[in-house]
């Protein structure tokens, strides 16, 4: 075990941040947030930068544009962009996080030469079509129906939820192709062109007054079968491929980022339970970074992730949870101002413990696969 | 940077764990302390991973191991005292290689403007100790043990596992090491300290898994009920933070004292005093909420003599006094931050 980094990582480190001090002076101030457009160029022209400096797809293999790093570098890359505020994914979330990996594991030859390096150049904004009115937390239960007609899929149903479906040009779509199998067995994963006819997208309205998530509707929209990611009816394990990278690493920007956020409030606590409070949410917040390092340690030498990968998001939302009533605290009535960004944070993140998976269903994983405890009885209608 | 356990340390583990499944079982641990048990652990070398060349973050393992089963004795102290050997400049006058060594530290000052005995001071191992020493302001004392040892002991000390001698004053005491060297005890210890917690919060979801399978209520292990799932699954993940917060704590001893034995006229890094704290206040929760989780999941078992949850609920209140109470580690590692 150590946590130090060897001399190349540290020369790694001082070209990288002589590289962000450049290529941050030369951006513009971040665009406002109901400006779509304007986020959309700022996010996806930051993507093109790291795609052009060499640091776009850490952890993606180099043929398709990646970089493929040691496991130190993505931590380093992950410390020195958060400390320099590097601009945040923003619309490359689904890209770079979500589809893209997804793609790296389980994609087509054709798949990955086509997307990958768009993804990374940031030519590609994704969005995630997964959820539906009526299949939340049980994600498995989706009805969004796929027939076959020749070579296509015809798509008819609902999704929703979907992070900047109102911007992606692809969306990662879980379609039921087989209604009479199990659940689990009848799902196949697809990409959405979002230009296709048929699609229509509605924003969602959030509680903070905006709108980074959509519903997606689904009219006889015609997807070439070439667009199947894995086996047809094996999607239900692409996804969790998928859910796999979210739960495990698209957090941890952000986890890093709230630690940062928790320094900087530090100094202006006066109070001495706040102070204890901030502390052990900086305990917390730690461990979770050296957690972190540890999956990424054990994802590269025994090839999976430790019990820890399954841990992270549910932890994090749970200090995350207490850093943003720590801040409210001290906003006191200066936090009656939506547009004070840490009320805006403070807003935000109650989507943490919701999103990808709801911190229950968290728990039941980690009772289920790790403690190995029983599901819990169907459940069923009294009186039959 | 690789912040996996390499072989040896795994070895390491899985050595002190079937020599603890062996040895110290749970019939074993219940007898409580005694020479026998201290001279079976001194001969597996646990006191003195230091010396033979391991770093801290091994001997935490071990203790994480300890920790887990509940082995009795004052382990972090004795682990402690071992390093005072061959320290240039300290005369300890005794035998440490072959003396358990209990410690008071200096939050046990009795207030003497205090009258009766509100503030008794109270020593674990104290009659069985061959030493005591104690941390204060000006560094590493030895206490006389003429009155240790004619001080009477609690008849029902709060774990039944701690024996624990009641002092009206602290003894006279001589000085045996620089504060720089206490300075780095405390840090020490308070890993140490937390490892054995991270022991026994692992412990405690071992058990508490184990009885919720096999516990039958309404026709189903009580463990597929999500309420009870779920205080599982929350144990599991204290559990697992706080051993990523004690690994790192130990690896930065490792890393920020080197060859050193302290930090000598330098301040004390504000990142390791961050994240030893950290790992105090982590491991001393988790120690506690799950040993309460477990006592939960028991239900009325729980609240018996016979099952061992209890013992490690005492043991955790008792080992969040040493090193640090919760409040203080959570006011240095403030304090880390400005």
């Given at each position: ?31 406002d947030r109901d400006d779509w457009?304007?986020r ?51 619309v ?35 969005c995630?079509?997964?959820s539906?009115p ?24 609902r999704k929703t939820w979907c992070s900047f479906g109102h911007v ?32 229509e997208v509605r924003p969602i309205e959030t509680l903070l007054g905006s709108s980074e998530f959509c519903e997606v509707y ?120 939506i547009h004070?960004?840490?009320v805006e944070?403070r807003l935000r993140t109650l989507s943490?413990?919701i999103a ?29 | ?338």
């Amino acid at each position: 075990m150590d946590l130090r980094y060897s001399a190349a990582d540290e020369l790694f480190r001082d070209e990288l941040k002589e590289w962000l001090a450049a290529a941050l002076s030369e951006i513009d101030p971040a665009p406002d947030r109901d400006d779509w457009s304007a986020r959309v160029d700022f996010d996806t022209s930051w993507q093109k930068k790291l795609f052009d400096g060499g640091y776009a797809g850490m952890n993606w293999p180099r043929e398709y544009g990646g970089r493929d790093a040691s496991p130190s570098e993505q931590m380093v890359f992950l410390e020195e962009t958060t400390r320099a505020r590097a601009p945040y994914v923003g619309v490359n979330f689904v890209g770079t996080l979500h589809a893209g990996p997804t793609l790296v594991a389980e994609g087509t030859d054709q798949q990955k030469t086509e997307h990958l390096p768009r993804i990374l150049r940031g030519d590609e904004v994704w969005c995630q079509c997964f959820s539906e009115p009526g299949a939340g937390s049980d994600l498995a239960g989706l009805s969004t129906r796929a027939v076959r007609d020749g070579d296509h899929y015809v798509v008819n149903g609902r999704k929703t939820w979907c992070s900047f479906g109102h911007v992606g040009e692809f969306g990662e779509l879980l379609v039921r192709t087989d209604p009479d199998a199990p659940k689990h067995r009848g799902i196949t994963w697809l990409v959405l062109p979002m230009d296709l006819p048929g699609i229509e997208v509605r924003p969602i309205e959030t509680l903070l007054g905006s709108s980074e998530f959509c519903e997606v509707y689904l009219d006889d929209v015609r997807v070439p079968i070439e667009n199947r990611v894995g086996e047809e009816n094996d999607g239900w394990r692409v996804t969790n491929v998928t859910l796999a990278f979210e739960r495990g690493t698209a957090f941890v920007t952000e986890m890093i980022d709230a630690l940062q956020m928790a320094e900087e409030l530090a100094p202006s606590l006066t109070d001495n339970s706040d102070k204890r409070e901030l502390a052990h949410v900086v305990a917390e917040l730690d461990a979770l970074w050296a957690l972190t390092k540890r999956n990424v340690s054990q994802a590269a030498h025994r090839g999976l992730p430790g019990p820890g990968a399954m841990m992270l998001k549910l932890a994090y939302s749970e200090a995350r949870e207490k850093l943003g009533e720590i801040c409210m605290r001290v906003l006191n009535r200066q936090g009656f101002d939506i547009h004070n960004p840490l009320v805006e944070e403070r807003l935000r993140t109650l989507s943490i413990p919701i999103a990808a998976g709801t911190s229950q269903i968290q728990r039941n994983i980690i009772g289920e696969r790790l403690l190995n405890l029983p599901k819990e009885r169907p459940w069923v209608v009294s009186g039959k | 940077m690789n912040f996996d356990l390499s072989e040896d340390q795994e070895a390491l583990r899985d050595g002190i764990r079937s020599l603890c499944e062996g040895r110290f079982t749970s019939e074993r641990v219940r007898a409580g302390f005694d020479r026998t048990m201290y001279d079976e652990l001194d001969a597996t070398g646990v006191f003195s991973l230091r010396r033979d060349g391991f770093g801290w973050a091994d001997t935490g393992i071990a203790f994480q191991e300890l920790g887990r089963a509940l082995v009795p004795g004052p382990l972090v102290w004795t682990n402690l005292a071992h390093g005072l050997q061959g320290v240039e400049g300290v005369t300890t006058g005794i035998d440490l290689l072959s003396s358990p060594v209990s410690i008071v530290t200096d939050s046990d000052e009795p207030d003497s403007t205090e009258p009766g005995n509100a503030n008794r001071v109270m020593v674990e191992f104290g009659a069985h100790a061959d030493s005591l020493v104690g941390l204060t302001e000006k560094g590493i004392v030895r206490f006389d043990l003429d009155h240790v040892h004619s001080s009477p002991e609690l008849d029902w000390p709060l774990d039944p596992l701690t024996p624990v001698s009641v002092l009206e004053r602290l003894p006279a005491s001589e000085l045996i090491a620089e504060s720089a060297l206490a300075a780095v005890w405390r840090l020490c210890g308070a890993v140490l300290t937390s490892a054995y917690q991270v022991g026994m919060a692992q412990a405690a979801v071992e058990t508490a898994t184990a009885y919720a399978l096999d516990r039958h209520q309404f026709d189903r292990p009580i463990g597929s009920f999500q309420a009870v799932k779920h205080l599982l699954a929350d144990m599991a993940v204290r559990a697992e933070v706080a051993r990523a917060a004690v690994d790192a704590a130990a690896v930065t001893l490792d890393s920020t004292l080197g060859e050193r034995s302290d930090f000598g006229n330098d301040e004390i890094p504000a990142e390791v005093v961050r994240v030893v704290a950290g790992s105090r206040l982590l491991a001393g929760e988790a120690a506690l909420k799950n040993a309460k989780g477990s006592l939960q999941v028991h239900g009325g078992m729980g609240f018996t003599w016979e099952v061992d949850v209890h013992l490690y609920l005492k043991r955790a209140w008792m080992l969040n006094t040493v090193f640090g109470t919760p409040v203080e580690n959570a006011d240095a590692l403030a304090a880390s931050l400005r």
